[in-house]
């Protein structure tokens, strides 16, 4: 593993893949009810709180010329972009919906969010991490001139409020599922880690140590990644951040964003990323049109996944999306 990678790999060996549905038993259909229990909880609660909280609820995006390029994020591993052509143009399924919520909220939103499903092919082996999906949605969230901070203290009154209502209101599933005892809700403000640090006291596999050891959810920042995350040419940091669930791994991956068209070309040129796929973004951010933003991402079928305790995150899905099988539905 790269000294650079974010945390995502941890979990190795799982072996027993999801069923689809319609071969399931009808225990296994108990169970697969519960965790959609806590999936609609969730989803219920995490988006009604940034309604309340002001954010506009956008619906997502599939095909763009423009999407995510995951790279250079050491963490990505897909083995296809998934390009077709429609009307005579090439467009890609979405991988993010990064380039999007940026230009959305310079130019109209500045509270904004949405659940995008992202399609990344991983590779096959990724199949037992038990954490990756090759279909997955992320909660993606975006607020003009917000800090790294602000976000951050965002992120964690939510997971607080989502584990105290989960707990207060889904006590039955929980117990079900093994979690109620031992799903602790968690204290904050979180403890924030810088990666530097992180790589001089674990070396090279600092990732699985410190998912491993963590006992409560926890920031990792500083993170070297893609373009958009903002990094301070003079100093060498980044000003971004993976939230780590404990025993789990990475679940949020966010940022304060580049807006400043020279440095995003320059970071374009260092990383070999093709501009061509781009143009939207950098016209917009040449003309000063791109303002400054903050914000994340949050892996939904991986956060009820440590939720619920399952195995692989294909059991939180009703229609299993796993590295390397490709069932009917
Ligand atoms: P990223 O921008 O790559 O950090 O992705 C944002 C979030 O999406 C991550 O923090 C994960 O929670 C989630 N995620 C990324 N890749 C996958 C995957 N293959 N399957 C399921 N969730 C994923
Ligand atoms: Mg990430």
Request: proline residues 5%.
């Amino acid at each position: 593993m790269s000294a650079q990678k974010s945390v995502q790999i941890v979990r190795r060996g799982v072996s027993e893949m999801p069923k689809p549905l319609e071969q399931l038993s009808e225990e296994e259909i108990i169970k697969k009810k519960c965790i959609s229990r806590v999936m609609t909880h969730t989803l219920s609660y995490l988006t009604s709180e940034l309604v309340k909280h002001g954010f506009e609820w956008l619906l997502p995006v599939i095909f763009s010329k423009s999407t995510d390029p995951l790279w250079p994020d050491p963490g990505a591993s897909v083995e296809k972009r998934v390009e077709v052509e429609i009307y005579g143009e090439t467009v890609r399924t979405t991988l993010s919906m990064i380039v999007h919520k940026v230009v959305a909220c310079s130019l109209a939103y500045p509270k904004l969010f949405t659940l995008s499903p992202n399609i990344r092919i991983e590779r096959k082996e990724r199949a037992h991490t038990g954490i990756h999906a090759y279909e997955f949605t992320q909660l993606d969230f975006e607020v003009r001139d917000a800090t790294s901070k602000q976000i951050r203290t965002l992120v964690e009154k939510l997971l607080y409020g989502l584990i105290k209502n989960l707990k207060r209101n889904l006590k039955d599933e929980l117990t079900f599922l093994g979690r109620y005892e031992n799903l602790n809700v968690p204290s904050k403000p979180f403890k924030v880690y810088d990666r530097t640090d992180l790589e001089h006291k674990y070396g090279k596999k600092w990732e699985t140590r410190v998912v491993l050891e963590a006992k409560e959810p926890l920031w990792i920042i500083n993170i070297p990644r893609e373009f958009y995350d903002f990094e301070d040419f003079d100093s060498g940091k980044w000003d971004n951040y993976d939230l780590i669930l404990p025993k789990y791994g990475e679940v949020l991956s966010g940022s304060r964003r580049e807006w400043n068209y020279r440095k995003i070309v320059k970071k374009m040129d260092r990383d070999g990323v093709n501009k061509e796929n781009f143009k939207a973004l950098l016209t917009l951010a040449k003309k000063g049109r791109i303002k400054p933003s903050a914000g994340a991402g949050i892996g939904i079928e991986r956060l009820v996944s440590w939720i619920t305790g399952v195995k692989h995150i294909g059991e939180t899905q009703p229609f299993p999306k796993i590295p390397g099988k490709v069932y009917e539905l």
